[in-house]
């Protein structure tokens, strides 16, 4: 008769990894199962950093769960040697009449976390390198900043394994069902595996084991310019989101090794499947993707190092699913974290491991529902 896991981890990126962790800490017999070997490059968490903002300009129903994010990656900062956080303080602005900003405020408000408000001129006096429109609304919140995305998933799948998890790398899913005793059965290309429950997070292609799922899957690029000593960390420079006229966001973090990193929030090229996620530079106008900030609102930026390409899985509205599978009543999905998720990716595991573990949630997910659409 073939082993039953308690839990069996479609995917063990960033949500995955970090779910693992927290399942096998509580005790559960946990099997992780990814197509490579984590961390690595073929998914969303890859590219060294992510920024954590708590003051959250996608909506007020995501702050309760990243501040217990931000509690989890500084509790995972004290079980290893690798950096997983800095607090940078992270940089919102844009027009006066920004939707996002006002949200930023309004969360800002309604959970009393430390932000400070500026004008662009204010701003200069601050930071000499931003170059922002004398009418433009700045948000600065202080105790936000930088995770180590590679770093943390690291340490993730080695406490997993410390804690008793099994994992099984470079073994591609090809098929999730049931059997007769209503069990998870997960075909991969070495072997069948049998859960009590599992969670599929496998990111971007996720249709492929879940078909019904309102998914697209988005290439995306960010690249690393030169950079001036004042655009630092360790000088003082912030993480930031700018807000373009247009609605157009870009992000960006402080310098490290005399090189910057900065992408685009919205765009990118739609795409169907794996191979259509050419790397950086295959595509016309990769490099000139972050010009109008580059050009228009910071100075000390130079030529371009390098970049890299990554995917998104969008939802319709740019929120999260969190969900069971159609058709399983002991499946969860995690997807459609649409470019804003891996600050989550700590409390979304926690979430995860606490349902397999028959626990209470202690947030509202009705807003990350199926039945939205």
């Known amino acids: 008769m073939a082993h039953v896991y308690d839990l069996i981890i479609v995917g063990t990126g960033s949500v995955g990894a970090a779910t693992g962790y927290y399942a096998a800490k509580q005790g559960l017999d946990v099997l992780e199962i990814d197509a490579h070997t984590p961390p690595h490059t073929e998914g969303s968490h890859h590219g060294e950093t992510r920024i954590i903002r708590h003051a959250y ?37 844009g027009p006066i009449d920004s939707e996002f900003l006002r949200t930023v405020r309004e969360t800002a408000d309604h959970y009393q976390l430390a932000v400070d408000e500026y004008d662009g001129t204010t701003v200069r006096e601050l930071w000499p390198a931003w170059q922002l429109p004398a009418d433009y609304q700045v948000l600065v919140e202080r105790d936000a900043g930088v995770l180590f995305s590679e770093n943390a998933i690291a340490t993730y799948i080695e406490l997993a394994k410390r804690s008793g998890a099994d994992q099984s790398f470079d073994n591609r899913v090809l098929k999730i069902g049931s059997d007769a005793a209503d069990n998870v059965v997960v075909t991969t290309e070495q072997g069948t595996f049998v859960g009590r429950r599992a969670v599929v997070t496998v990111g971007t292609w996720v249709k492929a ?41 870009f992000y960006g973090f402080p310098a490290t090794n005399g090189t910057i990193k900065i992408g685009r929030h919205q765009d990118g090229q739609l795409i169907g499947k794996p191979g259509d996620r050419v790397p950086f530079g295959e595509i016309e106008g990769d490099d000139r993707e972050v010009a109008p900030i580059t050009e228009h609102f910071l100075r000390g930026v130079g030529a371009l190092a390098y970049g890299a390409s990554c995917t998104y899985d969008m ?35 926690e979430i995860l491991a606490g349902e397999a573990a028959g626990k209470d949630i202690p947030f509202d997910l009705s807003p990350f529902r199926l039945n939205r659409f």
């Not at 599978?325 to 990716?345: C, D, E, Q, R, W």
């Open 315 to 349: 939802s319709p509205d740019g929120d999260f699913i969190i969900d069971q599978a159609p058709g399983y009543s002991n499946v969860t999905i995690v997807t459609g974290l649409s470019g804003h998720g891996f600050k989550f990716a700590s409390v979304l595991g």
């Open 57 to 93: 300009g996608e909506g007020g129903a995501y702050v309760p769960m990243v501040l217990r994010a931000q509690e989890l990656w500084n509790e995972l900062a004290t079980l290893t040697d690798r950096p997983i956080f800095e607090r940078t303080g992270v940089l919102n602005a």
């Open 209 to 249: 084991l879940v078909p019904d799922l309102p998914v697209q899957p988005t290439r995306k690029v960010f690249a690393w310019f030169e950079a001036a000593p004042e655009l630092a960390a360790e000088n003082g420079f912030p993480a930031y989101i700018i807000e373009d006229r247009d609605g157009t966001q």
